[in-house]
């Protein structure tokens, strides 16, 4: 059990600290593989995120790349709704609450793809002209 503890906090931590949420990977590893309940792979993903994002957030204002200005209004947003969304969360079914996570996730992946597929076409269009 242990190994997949360590596994998620790995693959978290590697794409947490990139900026893309290592709780896209921690949570399946976290359901999937040790058995948690959705609710509570979801909280030990915020506990587990607290740390990592205060070292990756340290390390890339010391490479002068975070916005100050345009930080405010989303951080504020992010702590309002994320309060909201704790509260739905806390008032729906475990069962509920993992196949919106796989929606999401699904939802996700297919947004990837058609950015991927959109950035191909500009490049080849932007070759050919």
Request: glycine residues 10%; hydrophobic residues 55%.
């Amino acid at each position: 059990m242990i190994f997949w503890e360590i596994v998620a906090g790995f693959l978290g931590g590697i794409v947490g600290g990139m900026g893309m949420g290592g709780g896209t990977l921690t949570i399946p590893i976290l359901t999937l593989f040790l058995s948690y309940e959705q609710l509570s792979a979801q909280g030990i993903n915020l506990i587990a995120f607290l740390p990592m994002s205060i070292i990756a957030l340290f390390i890339h204002i010391k490479n002068h790349l975070v916005a100050y200005k345009e930080t405010w209004g989303l951080a504020l947003s992010g702590c309002i709704f994320s309060l909201m969304g704790s509260l739905v969360a806390n008032n729906i079914s475990n069962v509920v609450l993992k196949k919106l996570f796989a929606l999401f996730l699904i939802c996700l992946g297919i947004w990837q793809i058609v950015e991927m597929i959109r950035e191909k076409h500009q490049k080849q269009d932007k070759n050919e002209e």
